[in-house]
């Protein structure tokens, strides 16, 4: 019997680039940049950069700090790097040493600290505010600036609110304030409005860039249509220990569930401590695959920091040391997250991140 104490993180890159392709072809002749910012997601940014581009022919990235871009800069040296928070004084030895870095400039003091840093060799990006209300310039800011200001930019870009819901009417209010602000003051620029949701949207939507983030790691950004991506993230666990659960008897802290009935439990080596939401507790699932078919069991009790109890009583030959997949092919992280009130953003960022994973490339 083999008996495993640590969950496993399992990263699909051969599903994830092919998610990339697919989202391209969608979104021909706009170039298709990755979004790898927060580690990709947690998934590993220097290997699903590197893949991409070795791999995907991707040469244009996205990143949120420049600390994120310098760390696979240098396995990607004919890519752009956009750098979505910009410049400031904590990320400037970055962009003077790797020229590949290009920020975002999103307000009018960040502009000027860029010019006064006196960086020559590259064009940044210009974020600019169509109805999100978030980064961004505003409309009589860009008014302000004088012309040798705005041709000194390489990319005008903004950011859908409500990509994700394609009747909203504020898809069409963006887009409508989107190429009349480029058009006023950026008319020969290169533009990128949408980010993965908005791929699904049409032509008008795509521009001459795309950004490719959640959807290129399986994440259903357009909730109104199947997901057409592939899985990429598998989480399971081993279970530690299989025991009996007595009618009346209590599970975990708080005895928040009893047992109306004898009842047959697993202890699964997996917790809040390694990103699991804790608000999964007596309302999440986990499956165990026994002899290639698919067994459901509830998680009883408080989830912990290492541990979460489910009842296996309906599983049948289940052993310690098999293991318990927390999201799969067929249990998505789509579905853990709607499970754990969540998004599956949220989710794979927190889970990617933790260290206490076996983490395991695929492809």
């Given at each position: 019997m083999r008996v495993l104490t640590r969950p496993i993180l399992e990263i699909n890159l051969d599903n994830l680039l092919d998610n990339y392709r697919m989202l391209a072809d969608l979104a021909k002749p706009a170039v298709p940049a990755a979004v790898v910012k927060d580690d990709a997601y947690g998934l590993g940014a220097e290997i699903v950069a590197e893949s991409l581009y070795q791999k995907a022919g991707c040469r244009t990235f996205f990143v949120a700090h420049a600390l994120e871009g310098q760390k696979f800069a240098g396995e990607t040296p004919e890519a752009q790097i956009y750098v979505l928070q910009g410049i400031g004084e904590d990320s400037l030895p970055y962009f003077r040493k790797i020229p590949q870095l290009l920020p975002v400039i999103c307000c009018p003091e960040m502009l000027g600290f860029?010019?006064?840093?006196?960086?020559?060799?590259?064009?940044?990006?210009?974020?600019?505010?169509?109805?999100?209300?978030?980064?961004?310039?505003?409309?009589?800011?860009?008014?302000?600036?004088?012309?040798?200001?705005?041709q000194s930019f390489g990319l005008v870009m903004s950011h859908l609110a409500c990509g994700d819901e394609k009747d909203h009417f504020m898809n069409a209010h963006q887009i409508e304030n989107f190429e009349r602000l480029k058009q006023t003051y950026f008319p020969s620029l290169k533009a990128s409005l949408s980010a993965s949701d908005g791929v699904f949207l049409?032509?008008?939507?795509?521009?001459?860039?795309?950004r490719l983030g959640a959807a290129m790691y399986g994440i259903n950004t357009a909730p109104y249509r199947q997901n057409q991506m592939k899985n990429v993230?598998?989480?399971?666990a081993p279970v530690l220990q299989i025991a009996r659960l007595p009618?009346?008897?209590?599970?975990?802290?708080?005895?928040?569930?009893?047992?109306?009935?004898?009842?047959?439990?697993?202890?699964?080596?997996?917790?809040?401590?390694?990103?699991?939401?804790?608000?999964?507790?007596?309302?999440?699932?986990?499956?165990?695959?026994?002899?290639?078919?698919?067994?459901?069991?509830?998680i009883i009790g408080r989830v912990s920091m290492d541990n979460t109890i489910c009842d296996v009583t309906n599983v049948?030959?289940?052993?310690?040391?098999?293991?318990?997949?927390?999201?799969?092919?067929?249990?998505?992280?789509?579905?853990?997250?709607?499970?754990?009130g969540t998004i599956a953003y949220e989710l794979i960022s927190r889970l990617g991140k933790n260290t206490r994973f076996d983490r395991r490339y695929i492809g």
């Open positions: 860029w010019q006064k840093c006196g960086i020559a060799d590259r064009q940044p990006a210009i974020q600019i505010e169509t109805g999100l209300n978030r980064l961004g310039f505003r409309e009589d800011e860009l008014a302000a600036m004088s012309p040798a200001e705005r049409g032509d008008a939507f795509h521009q001459d860039m795309v993230v598998t989480v399971k009618k009346g008897d209590f599970v975990g802290y708080s005895a928040t569930y009893r047992a109306s009935s004898d009842r047959r439990i697993a202890i699964v080596s997996i917790g809040y401590g390694d990103g699991l939401p804790r608000s999964l507790s007596n309302v999440g699932k986990v499956m165990f695959d026994c002899g290639g078919k698919l067994y459901e069991a509830r049948p030959d289940l052993k310690v040391g098999d293991m318990a997949y927390l999201t799969a092919d067929f249990y998505t992280p789509d579905d853990v997250a709607r499970d754990a």
